[in-house]
Protein backbone atom coordinates (compact mmCIF):
# COMPACT_ATOMS: atom_id res chain seq x y z
CA UNK A 1 0.00 0.00 0.00
CA UNK A 2 1.77 3.18 -0.71
CA UNK A 3 0.88 6.00 1.58
CA UNK A 4 -1.35 8.37 0.71
CA UNK A 5 -1.98 10.67 3.44
CA UNK A 6 1.34 13.10 3.28
CA UNK A 7 1.23 14.22 6.46
CA UNK A 8 1.20 11.46 8.19
CA UNK A 9 4.31 10.29 6.33
CA UNK A 10 6.68 13.10 6.96
CA UNK A 11 5.49 12.81 10.92
CA UNK A 12 7.00 9.17 10.85
CA UNK A 13 9.55 10.66 8.78
CA UNK A 14 10.43 13.50 11.20
CA UNK A 15 10.12 10.65 13.95
CA UNK A 16 13.07 8.17 11.96
CA UNK A 17 15.23 10.85 11.08
CA UNK A 18 15.47 12.48 14.75
CA UNK A 19 15.89 8.39 16.35
CA UNK A 20 18.77 8.43 13.82
CA UNK A 21 22.40 8.43 15.78
CA UNK A 22 24.47 11.49 15.17
CA UNK A 23 26.97 10.04 12.32
CA UNK A 24 23.84 8.95 11.04
CA UNK A 25 22.44 12.42 10.41
CA UNK A 26 25.26 13.93 9.12
CA UNK A 27 24.82 11.36 6.11
CA UNK A 28 23.01 12.92 2.62
CA UNK A 29 18.86 12.69 2.91
CA UNK A 30 18.23 9.80 1.45
CA UNK A 31 21.07 7.41 2.12
CA UNK A 32 20.13 4.32 4.08
CA UNK A 33 20.96 4.98 7.78
CA UNK A 34 18.42 8.39 7.17
CA UNK A 35 15.88 6.51 4.77
CA UNK A 36 14.14 9.52 4.34
CA UNK A 37 11.54 7.96 2.04
CA UNK A 38 10.49 5.09 4.77
CA UNK A 39 6.75 4.09 4.26
CA UNK A 40 5.15 4.22 7.49
CA UNK A 41 3.77 0.22 6.55
CA UNK A 42 7.74 -0.80 6.68
CA UNK A 43 8.35 1.72 9.77
CA UNK A 44 8.92 -1.65 12.70
CA UNK A 45 10.00 -0.23 15.67
CA UNK A 46 11.56 -2.30 18.55
CA UNK A 47 11.25 -0.90 22.04
CA UNK A 48 14.28 -0.52 23.53
CA UNK A 49 13.18 -0.93 27.23
CA UNK A 50 14.81 -2.68 29.82
CA UNK A 51 12.02 -4.46 31.37
CA UNK A 52 11.00 -8.55 32.26
CA UNK A 53 9.74 -10.90 29.52
CA UNK A 54 8.15 -13.55 30.71
CA UNK A 55 7.49 -16.67 28.75
CA UNK A 56 4.18 -18.56 29.97
CA UNK A 57 4.22 -21.51 27.89
CA UNK A 58 1.01 -23.12 29.80
CA UNK A 59 -2.12 -21.54 31.39
CA UNK A 60 -1.76 -21.39 35.21
CA UNK A 61 -5.61 -23.20 35.22
CA UNK A 62 -7.11 -25.45 32.03
CA UNK A 63 -8.46 -23.29 29.67
CA UNK A 64 -11.87 -23.45 27.62
CA UNK A 65 -11.23 -21.10 24.64
CA UNK A 66 -14.90 -20.10 23.79
CA UNK A 67 -14.69 -18.56 20.50
CA UNK A 68 -12.83 -20.49 17.66
CA UNK A 69 -13.30 -21.25 14.03
CA UNK A 70 -11.94 -24.51 13.27
CA UNK A 71 -15.26 -24.95 10.71
CA UNK A 72 -16.73 -22.62 8.67
CA UNK A 73 -20.60 -23.06 7.35
CA UNK A 74 -22.32 -22.03 4.16
CA UNK A 75 -19.86 -22.88 1.13
CA UNK A 76 -20.89 -23.32 -1.85
CA UNK A 77 -23.51 -21.98 -2.34
CA UNK A 78 -25.65 -24.76 0.20
CA UNK A 79 -26.30 -22.81 3.40
CA UNK A 80 -26.05 -26.20 5.44
CA UNK A 81 -22.18 -27.33 4.07
CA UNK A 82 -19.60 -27.39 6.53
CA UNK A 83 -15.75 -26.42 5.83
CA UNK A 84 -13.15 -28.14 8.05
CA UNK A 85 -10.71 -25.00 8.10
CA UNK A 86 -8.06 -26.69 10.44
CA UNK A 87 -7.33 -30.37 11.61
CA UNK A 88 -8.45 -31.45 14.41
CA UNK A 89 -5.72 -33.39 15.30
CA UNK A 90 -3.38 -30.43 14.57
CA UNK A 91 -5.71 -28.46 17.29
CA UNK A 92 -5.37 -31.24 19.92
CA UNK A 93 -2.02 -31.21 19.61
CA UNK A 94 -1.52 -27.33 20.41
CA UNK A 95 -3.80 -27.96 23.42
CA UNK A 96 -2.28 -30.51 25.07
CA UNK A 97 0.82 -28.53 25.17
CA UNK A 98 -1.03 -25.08 26.21
CA UNK A 99 -3.72 -26.58 28.48
CA UNK A 100 -6.30 -25.87 26.28
CA UNK A 101 -8.77 -28.75 27.98
CA UNK A 102 -11.79 -27.57 25.37
CA UNK A 103 -12.23 -25.95 22.06
CA UNK A 104 -15.54 -24.17 21.26
CA UNK A 105 -15.95 -24.46 17.23
CA UNK A 106 -18.69 -21.54 17.03
CA UNK A 107 -19.64 -21.67 13.50
CA UNK A 108 -21.23 -24.97 13.31
CA UNK A 109 -23.74 -24.68 10.90
CA UNK A 110 -27.12 -26.23 10.92
CA UNK A 111 -28.84 -29.28 9.65
CA UNK A 112 -26.59 -31.63 7.96
CA UNK A 113 -23.28 -29.58 8.57
CA UNK A 114 -23.51 -29.17 11.98
CA UNK A 115 -24.33 -33.11 12.35
CA UNK A 116 -20.71 -33.46 10.55
CA UNK A 117 -19.18 -31.13 12.73
CA UNK A 118 -21.01 -32.52 15.91
CA UNK A 119 -19.48 -36.02 14.53
CA UNK A 120 -16.18 -35.03 13.75
CA UNK A 121 -15.35 -32.82 16.71
CA UNK A 122 -17.57 -33.68 19.75
CA UNK A 123 -18.75 -37.06 19.39
CA UNK A 124 -14.91 -38.20 17.92
CA UNK A 125 -13.20 -36.27 21.07
CA UNK A 126 -15.78 -36.03 24.19
CA UNK A 127 -14.89 -32.95 26.48
CA UNK A 128 -12.13 -31.62 23.89
CA UNK A 129 -14.09 -29.97 21.41
CA UNK A 130 -18.14 -28.23 21.91
CA UNK A 131 -20.07 -27.34 18.72
CA UNK A 132 -22.60 -24.54 18.45
CA UNK A 133 -25.38 -23.92 15.90
CA UNK A 134 -25.80 -20.75 13.63
CA UNK A 135 -29.09 -19.05 12.07
CA UNK A 136 -30.02 -20.46 8.70
CA UNK A 137 -29.76 -16.52 7.32
CA UNK A 138 -30.71 -17.22 3.94
CA UNK A 139 -34.23 -18.15 4.91
CA UNK A 140 -34.66 -14.71 7.38
CA UNK A 141 -37.38 -13.38 4.41
CA UNK A 142 -38.92 -16.24 4.07
CA UNK A 143 -42.82 -16.60 5.27
CA UNK A 144 -43.04 -18.90 7.96
CA UNK A 145 -39.06 -18.18 9.25
CA UNK A 146 -39.97 -17.89 12.59
CA UNK A 147 -40.69 -21.25 13.29
CA UNK A 148 -38.72 -22.42 11.07
CA UNK A 149 -35.70 -20.96 12.82
CA UNK A 150 -37.34 -22.06 16.45
CA UNK A 151 -37.38 -25.49 14.98
CA UNK A 152 -33.83 -25.69 13.98
CA UNK A 153 -32.71 -25.18 17.10
CA UNK A 154 -35.20 -27.83 18.85
CA UNK A 155 -33.12 -30.04 15.60
CA UNK A 156 -29.74 -28.67 16.50
CA UNK A 157 -30.14 -29.17 20.51
CA UNK A 158 -30.96 -32.96 19.53
CA UNK A 159 -28.14 -32.77 17.82
CA UNK A 160 -25.80 -31.88 20.36
CA UNK A 161 -25.29 -28.22 19.81
CA UNK A 162 -24.64 -26.48 23.03
CA UNK A 163 -25.07 -22.87 22.12
CA UNK A 164 -26.02 -20.60 19.20
CA UNK A 165 -23.39 -18.36 17.93
CA UNK A 166 -24.59 -15.35 15.69
CA UNK A 167 -22.40 -13.57 13.55
CA UNK A 168 -21.77 -9.50 12.84
CA UNK A 169 -23.74 -10.20 10.16
CA UNK A 170 -27.00 -9.56 11.96
CA UNK A 171 -27.08 -5.46 11.78
CA UNK A 172 -24.59 -5.02 9.33
CA UNK A 173 -24.84 -7.07 6.47
CA UNK A 174 -28.40 -9.32 6.61
CA UNK A 175 -30.82 -7.71 4.41
CA UNK A 176 -34.47 -8.39 3.24
CA UNK A 177 -34.43 -10.24 0.24
CA UNK A 178 -36.32 -7.80 -2.67
CA UNK A 179 -36.23 -4.80 -1.01
CA UNK A 180 -32.31 -5.19 0.06
CA UNK A 181 -33.29 -2.89 3.49
CA UNK A 182 -31.32 -3.96 6.77
CA UNK A 183 -32.92 -6.10 8.94
CA UNK A 184 -32.83 -4.71 12.30
CA UNK A 185 -31.13 -6.97 15.34
CA UNK A 186 -33.88 -6.62 17.43
CA UNK A 187 -36.48 -7.76 15.01
CA UNK A 188 -39.55 -9.63 16.42
CA UNK A 189 -39.21 -12.36 13.65
CA UNK A 190 -36.27 -13.52 15.81
CA UNK A 191 -37.74 -13.84 19.37
CA UNK A 192 -38.95 -17.35 19.29
CA UNK A 193 -35.32 -18.11 18.43
CA UNK A 194 -33.95 -16.60 21.24
CA UNK A 195 -36.48 -18.31 23.08
CA UNK A 196 -36.05 -21.60 22.03
CA UNK A 197 -32.27 -21.23 23.02
CA UNK A 198 -33.18 -19.96 26.51
CA UNK A 199 -35.37 -22.43 27.35
CA UNK A 200 -32.71 -25.36 26.16
CA UNK A 201 -29.62 -23.37 28.22
CA UNK A 202 -28.00 -23.02 25.11
CA UNK A 203 -26.10 -19.80 25.49
CA UNK A 204 -25.66 -17.26 22.75
CA UNK A 205 -22.76 -16.11 21.76
CA UNK A 206 -22.77 -12.79 20.05
CA UNK A 207 -20.93 -10.69 17.72
CA UNK A 208 -22.68 -7.00 16.87
CA UNK A 209 -20.84 -3.89 15.53
CA UNK A 210 -17.09 -3.58 15.66
CA UNK A 211 -14.50 -1.54 16.50
CA UNK A 212 -15.40 2.14 16.64
CA UNK A 213 -12.83 3.25 14.68
CA UNK A 214 -14.77 1.21 11.73
CA UNK A 215 -17.73 4.04 11.53
CA UNK A 216 -15.20 6.38 10.72
CA UNK A 217 -13.80 7.90 8.01
CA UNK A 218 -10.57 6.55 6.84
CA UNK A 219 -8.40 9.19 7.47
CA UNK A 220 -4.79 10.23 9.06
CA UNK A 221 -7.05 10.36 12.39
CA UNK A 222 -8.52 7.07 12.57
CA UNK A 223 -6.22 5.11 14.97
CA UNK A 224 -6.80 1.86 13.19
CA UNK A 225 -5.67 3.36 9.63
CA UNK A 226 -3.42 0.66 8.86
CA UNK A 227 -5.80 -1.99 9.76
CA UNK A 228 -8.74 -0.46 7.20
CA UNK A 229 -6.22 0.02 4.82
CA UNK A 230 -5.25 -3.64 4.32
CA UNK A 231 -9.07 -4.60 4.62
CA UNK A 232 -11.46 -1.89 3.32
CA UNK A 233 -14.31 -3.86 3.62
CA UNK A 234 -14.23 -3.75 7.07
CA UNK A 235 -15.21 -0.44 6.79
CA UNK A 236 -18.92 0.68 8.07
CA UNK A 237 -18.56 4.73 7.46
CA UNK A 238 -21.48 6.07 5.54
CA UNK A 239 -23.89 4.48 3.48
CA UNK A 240 -26.36 2.73 5.10
CA UNK A 241 -25.27 1.29 8.37
CA UNK A 242 -26.42 1.87 11.72
CA UNK A 243 -24.17 3.86 13.86
CA UNK A 244 -21.92 1.33 16.57
CA UNK A 245 -24.24 2.76 19.50
CA UNK A 246 -27.33 1.92 17.66
CA UNK A 247 -26.22 -1.63 17.45
CA UNK A 248 -24.89 -2.00 20.33
CA UNK A 249 -28.62 -0.63 21.84
CA UNK A 250 -30.88 -2.96 20.07
CA UNK A 251 -28.60 -6.02 20.94
CA UNK A 252 -29.60 -4.31 24.78
CA UNK A 253 -33.21 -4.58 23.79
CA UNK A 254 -32.75 -8.03 22.30
CA UNK A 255 -31.28 -9.17 26.15
CA UNK A 256 -33.96 -7.22 28.01
CA UNK A 257 -36.68 -9.54 26.00
CA UNK A 258 -35.34 -12.60 26.84
CA UNK A 259 -34.06 -12.59 30.36
CA UNK A 260 -33.71 -16.55 30.65
CA UNK A 261 -31.38 -16.05 27.68
CA UNK A 262 -27.75 -15.91 28.78
CA UNK A 263 -26.01 -13.52 25.96
CA UNK A 264 -22.18 -13.74 25.49
CA UNK A 265 -21.45 -10.86 23.71
CA UNK A 266 -18.21 -11.21 22.03
CA UNK A 267 -15.23 -8.96 21.53
CA UNK A 268 -15.66 -7.44 24.90
CA UNK A 269 -19.15 -6.13 23.69
CA UNK A 270 -17.74 -2.62 22.89
CA UNK A 271 -14.01 -3.28 24.24
CA UNK A 272 -12.90 0.24 23.91
CA UNK A 273 -15.50 2.15 26.33
CA UNK A 274 -15.52 -0.24 29.72
CA UNK A 275 -17.76 2.35 31.30
CA UNK A 276 -20.12 1.52 28.69
CA UNK A 277 -19.89 -2.07 28.73
CA UNK A 278 -19.46 -1.93 32.59
CA UNK A 279 -23.24 -0.37 33.10
CA UNK A 280 -24.69 -2.62 30.31
CA UNK A 281 -23.37 -5.61 33.02
CA UNK A 282 -25.25 -3.62 35.58
CA UNK A 283 -28.47 -3.71 33.75
CA UNK A 284 -28.25 -7.14 32.23
CA UNK A 285 -27.93 -10.15 34.61
CA UNK A 286 -27.98 -12.42 31.38
CA UNK A 287 -25.34 -10.81 29.86
CA UNK A 288 -21.59 -12.34 29.33
CA UNK A 289 -18.56 -11.03 27.82
CA UNK A 290 -15.86 -12.82 25.96
CA UNK A 291 -12.06 -11.06 25.10
CA UNK A 292 -11.21 -12.43 22.01
CA UNK A 293 -9.19 -10.49 19.37
CA UNK A 294 -9.45 -7.72 22.03
CA UNK A 295 -6.22 -8.17 23.98
CA UNK A 296 -4.89 -5.06 22.31
CA UNK A 297 -7.56 -3.26 23.18
CA UNK A 298 -7.74 -4.41 27.00
CA UNK A 299 -3.81 -4.34 27.02
CA UNK A 300 -3.77 -0.46 26.13
CA UNK A 301 -5.83 0.51 29.41
CA UNK A 302 -4.60 -2.08 31.88
CA UNK A 303 -5.66 -0.35 35.45
CA UNK A 304 -9.22 -0.07 34.05
CA UNK A 305 -9.14 -3.41 32.53
CA UNK A 306 -7.76 -5.18 35.80
CA UNK A 307 -10.42 -3.49 37.54
CA UNK A 308 -13.08 -4.68 34.91
CA UNK A 309 -11.74 -8.23 35.42
CA UNK A 310 -11.92 -8.06 39.06
CA UNK A 311 -15.61 -6.64 39.36
CA UNK A 312 -17.00 -9.08 36.33
CA UNK A 313 -14.39 -11.68 37.62
CA UNK A 314 -17.69 -14.39 36.68
CA UNK A 315 -19.16 -13.01 33.98
CA UNK A 316 -15.90 -12.90 31.52
CA UNK A 317 -14.91 -16.16 29.55
CA UNK A 318 -11.54 -16.92 27.86
CA UNK A 319 -11.71 -16.82 24.08
CA UNK A 320 -9.07 -16.02 21.16
CA UNK A 321 -11.06 -15.74 18.07
CA UNK A 322 -8.87 -18.75 16.86
CA UNK A 323 -8.93 -18.96 12.94
CA UNK A 324 -7.03 -20.68 10.31
CA UNK A 325 -4.56 -18.55 8.04
CA UNK A 326 -2.55 -15.37 8.29
CA UNK A 327 -4.31 -12.42 7.10
CA UNK A 328 -5.63 -11.82 10.52
CA UNK A 329 -2.15 -12.39 12.94
CA UNK A 330 -4.09 -11.67 16.00
CA UNK A 331 -5.66 -14.26 15.81
CA UNK A 332 -3.84 -16.93 13.90
CA UNK A 333 -4.56 -20.26 15.84
CA UNK A 334 -1.12 -21.85 17.30
CA UNK A 335 1.34 -21.57 20.13
CA UNK A 336 2.61 -18.02 19.49
CA UNK A 337 -1.42 -16.83 19.87
CA UNK A 338 -2.18 -18.53 23.67
CA UNK A 339 1.49 -17.58 25.06
CA UNK A 340 0.45 -14.09 24.44
CA UNK A 341 -3.10 -14.44 26.02
CA UNK A 342 -1.35 -15.81 29.03
CA UNK A 343 1.53 -13.51 29.21
CA UNK A 344 -1.31 -10.57 29.01
CA UNK A 345 -3.30 -12.16 32.12
CA UNK A 346 -0.95 -13.61 34.31
CA UNK A 347 2.06 -11.22 34.09
CA UNK A 348 3.11 -7.75 34.95
CA UNK A 349 5.25 -7.31 31.83
CA UNK A 350 4.93 -3.98 30.11
CA UNK A 351 4.88 -2.76 26.28
CA UNK A 352 5.08 -6.04 24.24
CA UNK A 353 3.18 -6.90 21.48
CA UNK A 354 -0.59 -8.43 21.51
CA UNK A 355 -0.44 -10.17 18.16
CA UNK A 356 2.50 -12.36 16.99
CA UNK A 357 3.43 -10.18 14.04
CA UNK A 358 6.11 -7.96 12.71
CA UNK A 359 3.84 -5.08 12.89
CA UNK A 360 0.90 -4.55 15.46
CA UNK A 361 -1.95 -5.64 13.39
CA UNK A 362 -5.26 -3.72 14.83
CA UNK A 363 -3.44 -0.32 15.55
CA UNK A 364 0.19 0.72 16.58
CA UNK A 365 0.41 0.19 20.00
CA UNK A 366 1.27 -2.48 22.49
CA UNK A 367 0.02 -3.54 25.92
CA UNK A 368 0.40 -4.17 29.34
CA UNK A 369 -0.20 -7.18 31.45
CA UNK A 370 -3.26 -7.42 34.25
CA UNK A 371 -1.34 -9.82 36.74
CA UNK A 372 -4.79 -11.09 37.77
CA UNK A 373 -5.08 -13.16 40.91
CA UNK A 374 -5.48 -16.80 40.86
CA UNK A 375 -9.04 -16.48 41.78
CA UNK A 376 -10.02 -14.16 39.03
CA UNK A 377 -7.81 -16.42 36.02
CA UNK A 378 -9.33 -19.89 37.18
CA UNK A 379 -12.48 -18.40 36.43
CA UNK A 380 -12.04 -16.68 33.57
CA UNK A 381 -10.31 -19.14 32.37
CA UNK A 382 -12.32 -22.30 32.33
CA UNK A 383 -15.11 -21.77 35.52
CA UNK A 384 -17.28 -19.25 34.08
CA UNK A 385 -17.54 -20.93 29.96
CA UNK A 386 -17.68 -24.71 31.97
CA UNK A 387 -21.05 -23.12 33.71
CA UNK A 388 -22.48 -21.56 30.70
CA UNK A 389 -22.22 -24.74 28.29
CA UNK A 390 -22.79 -27.15 31.09
CA UNK A 391 -19.36 -28.59 31.24
CA UNK A 392 -18.31 -30.03 34.82
CA UNK A 393 -16.06 -27.71 36.16
ZN1 LIG B 1 -15.15 -14.99 15.68
Known sequence: MALSAGTFAAGRRAAVAQAAPQGAQATKAGSPAQDAGLAVERYEPKSMLHVPETHVP????????????????????????????????????????????????VTGGYGDGLR???????????GRFVVFTEPAWTRASDA???????????????AGAKGLKVLKNLGLFLRE???????????????PMWEAVGSRKMPVAIHTSD??????????????????HAHPN??????????????????????????????????????ENLPYVSECLDSHPNMFVDIAARIGEL????????????????????????????????QTFGDALYEIYYRFLETEDEYFDYAPAPVPPQG?????????????????????AARLIGLSA
Open 58 to 105: RSRFPVIDFHTHITSAGGGGNPSAIHFSMDPANCLAVMDRKNIRTMVN
Open 116 to 126: EAIGKLQTAHP
Open 144 to 158: GYSKFQADQIEDAFK
Open 177 to 191: QGSQKLVPLDDPRFD
Open 211 to 228: PEAFFLPIDRFNERWEEL
Open 234 to 271: WSFHGKDFPSDRELQEARRTVMRRHPRTQFVCLHVANS
Open 299 to 330: GRQPRMARKFFDRYQDRIVFGTDASAGASTPQ
Open 364 to 384: RWRIYGLGLSEQVLRKVYGEN
